[in-house]
């Protein structure tokens, strides 16, 4: 079972399009981090958000930290393909292992 | 930048035999983890390890072993490999004063026939 519960498992929109995955958990978490991985390639660490209701922004990318540090989402404006990937979420209790989401595959397409 | 590299990208072995998956990190990190990633199910734990020769047994270290004699190397031992054990294998490194970011590797296919 897992301890973080990302939806949907797959999406595919057309480049200029707007969308958002969910990564929900009933467990509390210290922080988040959202990552993106390519095909055949390791995942790379997008950002880490810490604190209840936290917004950050990356560029075309959001990510929030719900007030219960239990959900996240991100959303991503104006979708290109070059942000196709998976995108996986892993929380951490305050120590340094990590419990991993199954990862939303995204597909962009021009 | 932190650079976690693996001594293969891909890698196809026989059942029965005896592998061995390097990791070297270059940042000075106390911990580093292996996982292994198979399709729905995300990443899993393995092991882990948070000082030289130091380990501990993640969620599924059945069928592995580790190895940590010096800092920046972490590896990954199959001692008879085995079909079920056909997966992509990703170390990690992380400091110990982090908040929970960890730094992957490129990942090793590995294929057992």
């Known amino acids: 079972t897992q301890l973080l519960e990302q939806s949907p498992q797959f999406l595919s929109i057309q480049e200029g399009e707007n969308l958002t995955v969910y990564c929900n958990s009933s467990s509390v978490f210290s922080s988040l981090q959202w990552y993106r991985q390519e095909p055949g390639e390791g995942p790379v660490l997008l950002v880490t958000?810490?604190?209840?209701?936290e917004v950050k922004k990356l560029k075309r990318l959001t990510f929030q930290f719900g007030d219960a540090r239990k959900d996240s989402s991100l959303h991503i404006t104006a979708a290109q393909p070059g942000d196709t990937g998976l995108y996986l979420c892993?929380?951490?209790?305050?120590?340094?292992?990590?419990?991993f989401g199954a990862g939303t595959t995204v597909t962009v397409r021009a | 930048d932190v650079k976690v590299t693996q001594s293969s990208r891909y890698l196809v072995k026989r059942t029965g035999e005896k592998v061995f998956l390097e990791c070297v990190q270059d940042?000075?990190?106390?911990?580093m983890f292996w996982y292994r990633q198979d399709p729905g199910l995300g990443l899993r734990l393995i092991y882990f390890?948070?000082?030289?020769?130091?380990?501990e047994k993640g969620d599924i270290p059945e069928g592995y072993s580790v190895s940590r004699e010096k800092k920046e190397r972490f590896s990954l031992i199959l001692e008879s490999a085995s079909t079920n054990q056909t997966s992509m294998y990703l170390c990690?490194?992380?400091?110990?004063?982090?908040?929970?970011?960890?730094?992957f590797g490129p990942g090793t296919r590995l294929t057992v026939t």
């Open positions: 958000v810490v604190t209840g209701g």
């Open positions: 892993a929380g951490s209790f305050n120590d340094y292992k990590l419990s």
């Open positions: 390890s948070y000082d030289v020769k130091m380990k």
């Open positions: 940042m000075d990190h106390e911990n």
């Open positions: 990690a490194s992380s400091p110990i004063a982090g908040r929970g970011e960890q730094y």
